[in-house]
């Protein structure tokens, strides 16, 4: 039910926003205060969690100067690159994917959230 008042309010802002993305990604914005406490996306800098800013392929693990758990790490050696289908899993359920992971997320419910604050996450992304 929340999610049909959800769907209903964003058709009826539609019309007064040019690009369907930056709706996606002023909604994403909202959702992002839920990883605020521990991440910074607007500039390049390291938290409890790693910067966010560029996280859109960038291998799993490898920002500069933050010190993730094995899992991590493991996750980028094995090939884990960080894109719409990865984080979509990854934040749906952090320690399911990333067994061992040191975020302590329990994970986004909602895969409109995860699609919107994905969308926010591209706008400080090459
Ligand atoms: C309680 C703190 C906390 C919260 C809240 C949190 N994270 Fe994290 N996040 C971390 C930590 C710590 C890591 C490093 C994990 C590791 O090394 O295992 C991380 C890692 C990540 C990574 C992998 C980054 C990389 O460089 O490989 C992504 C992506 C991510 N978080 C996204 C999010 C998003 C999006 C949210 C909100 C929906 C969120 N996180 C909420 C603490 C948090």
């Not at 964003?10 to 521990?38: I, M, R, Y």
């Not at 894109?83 to 302590?104: F, I, N, R, S, W």
Request: charged share 20%; glycine share 8%.
């Amino acid at each position: 039910m929340r999610a049909i008042a959800l769907f209903i309010v964003l058709s009826a802002t539609t019309p007064f926003v040019s690009s369907s993305q930056a709706q996606d990604a002023a909604a994403g914005e909202k959702v992002f205060t839920k990883c605020k406490v521990c991440h910074v996306a607007d500039k390049d800098q390291n938290k409890v969690g790693p910067s966010l800013n560029g996280v859109i392929g960038r291998t799993a693990g490898t920002h500069p100067g933050f010190s993730y758990s094995a899992a991590m790490t493991a996750a980028g050696k094995s090939g884990v690159k960080w894109d719409e289908p990865t984080l979509t899993t990854y934040l749906h359920a952090p320690q399911a994917m990333v067994k061992g992971t040191k975020m302590t997320f329990p994970g986004l419910k909602d895969d409109k959230d995860i699609a919107n604050v994905i969308a926010y996450l591209k706008q400080f992304s090459k």
